[in-house]
């Protein structure tokens, strides 16, 4: 059979590699092959390798992580299948850092070198080149496809799905001349990754704009965990900053605030270990009161030459930015990293279309909950892909279990195209709209970040929805026309969902409503119809 894969992050490519043994395998990416996420990913891999723990123990953090929201089996799948998968990287030759110190074949086992990141409890993460460990598992990645009988098209951007009689029969693409263009598929997968861009400040390249999201969205299939928006709490405060690994933190850099003083130990009792949305938030809350002045991450305690061995990337970029971090405090801010939601699917992918798959974090398994644990992603865009490549073409069963044994409340929203709207609208701070594509990204950013990001209430929800459907995606083009499409209805969605869910659970934070509510559903997922109406359905949809 003809098997689509979209995305060359790690979650497409492992899913193409090992696809292409028993399959015709198509890998579409929009940039180059090797521009995705994945190049950006510092930490490592989270994973229970050592002998001193377990994957019951794995999977304990990432239901802490999670807020009590993640789905229980897809748990158990990421951290039990996790062990084998990381061998399957090893076996490719991923260059692992090794441990000199001699302790670590005792405690461990192995001779790995392990890091340690925000609510694990055990020394966990392996990283490859120090900090850049998601470029290391990319190189590795794309030789190995290399070698297999994979046809690839780069500078392919994915604009919508084919469906026919409510099966997913192809995508339909521009392709590198930016010619409209349509590929068959007996099956597709979506590895597209996520939409950090919807905000004004993200750790994410250029690439996430969430366009398979949006697409399978289009298409009638079922979205879930929207709100659900992680913002890394240490990017670095300059203009263009990347992210700063919480692996840092991990090794025992503490966060200050103007006065010097370490202000997340009055916050959690984890202090800078705790999960990454109360990170996020306590940062916040010390950037306001300090009058907006940027907190600082001062690693100064871990000395010149293990910041320079061990973070060799993070030595440049902060010298890059006119500071020596061995010897002083470094600006940090939080920044949209990472969408727990996505394209609801069961643990081998399967969303709630035939002929469609989604994996990476532009699925939805309820994996994550409502707060993704450090150095889970790599692990999940591995895992899941292999289970996706290996379901592919299997039996499709009668009852799809969406988002594993949560309380699955399905929704039905209208797609753009049936939502009413004048021919020229005011934008939000009261310029017209324009056919200018810029303007629109620059507005969909603007309501996102300052409504719809690390703090929200129902009065800036509300404004938000009504500024973002005053909007007007831009007429079918290039590649920048569909990208601000797919960011619209993203964020008209995430909107709608951040607005439903009247409570804070994890990385979604209502100041208007500060608790968590037990009664409240693990989850609230979408579908596109041309009419809004709710609609009651059984967790375990048909397929």
């Not at 919480?246 to 370490?262: F, M």
């Not at 703090?455 to 569909?482: F, I, Y």
């Amino acid at each position: 059979m003809h098997v689509v894969i979209v995305g060359s992050g790690i979650a497409g490519l492992t899913a193409a590699i090992r696809a292409s043994a028993v399959h015709d395998v198509t890998l579409v990416t929009k940039g180059a092959l090797a521009d995705s996420a994945t190049a950006y990913a510092q930490g490592g891999v989270a994973v229970a390798l050592g002998a001193d723990d377990s994957p019951a123990l794995h999977q304990a953090d990432t239901h802490v992580a999670a807020a009590g929201s993640a789905d229980a089996r897809a748990v158990e799948v990421l951290c039990t299948d996790g062990p084998a998968r990381v061998r399957d990287l090893l076996a490719l030759g991923v260059p692992f850092d090794r441990s000199t110190d001699p302790s670590a074949l005792d405690r461990y086992g192995d001779d790995l070198a392990r890091g340690r990141e925000a609510a694990h409890g055990r020394w966990r993460v392996v990283h490859a080149d120090g900090d850049a460990t998601g470029a290391a598992i990319e190189r590795t990645l794309i030789d190995a496809l290399h070698r297999q009988h994979v046809t690839i098209l780069e500078r392919t951007c994915l604009t919508d799905l084919v469906v026919r009689d409510g099966t997913v029969v192809g995508i339909d693409v521009l392709d590198l001349l930016g010619e409209p263009r349509r590929i068959d598929a007996d099956a597709v997968v979506l590895a597209s990754g996520g939409a950090g861009h919807l905000y004004r400040e993200t750790t994410n390249p250029l690439v996430a704009t969430g366009d398979g999201v949006a697409a399978a969205w289009r298409a009638g299939a079922v979205v879930a965990d929207l709100e659900f928006v992680q913002f890394h709490p240490t990017r670095l405060a300059v203009p263009d900053g990347g992210l700063v690994s919480e692996a840092v933190r991990g090794e025992g850099a503490v966060l200050r605030d103007a006065r010097g003083r370490r202000f997340m130990t009055a916050v959690h009792p984890d202090a800078e270990l705790a999960p990454r949305d109360v990170v996020a938030r306590g940062i916040a809350a010390a950037v306001r009161d300090q009058g907006g002045a940027p907190v600082l991450l001062d690693a100064t305690g871990l000395g010149a030459d293990f910041l320079t061995g061990r973070f060799p990337g993070l030595t440049r970029a902060t010298r890059a930015a006119g500071f020596d971090w061995t010897r002083q405090g470094v600006p940090v801010s939080p920044a949209a990293h990472y969408s727990m939601g996505g394209i609801a699917t069961d643990a081998e992918g399967r969303t709630s279309l035939p002929g469609l798959l989604a994996i990476g974090e532009a699925a939805c398994t309820g994996v994550h909950g409502a707060n993704r644990l450090a150095s889970n992603s790599l692990l999940e865009g591995l895992v899941f892909a292999v289970r996706a490549a290996d379901a592919v073409a299997g039996t499709r069963p009668g009852l799809l279990r969406l988002r594993g044994n949560a309380d699955l409340r399905v929704t039905s929203v209208p797609r753009a195209a049936d939502v009413i709207r004048a021919s020229r609208q005011t934008l939000p701070g009261g310029a017209t709209h324009l056919d200018d594509v810029g303007a629109v990204r620059q507005a969909v950013q603007a309501v996102m970040t300052d409504r719809v990001g690390l703090l929200r209430d129902a009065t800036g929800l509300a404004s938000a929805r009504r500024d973002l459907d005053a909007l007007t995606a831009p007429a079918a083009g290039g590649v920048r026309e569909h990208e601000d499409r797919a960011l619209l209805d993203l964020a008209r969605l995430v909107a709608l969902a951040a607005e439903t869910r009247t409570e804070s659970r994890g990385a979604h934070a209502r100041t208007d409503h500060p608790d968590t509510d037990p009664a409240a559903p693990a989850s609230y997922a979408w579908v596109a119809e041309t009419v809004t109406r709710h609609i009651a359905v059984p967790q375990e949809v048909p397929a």
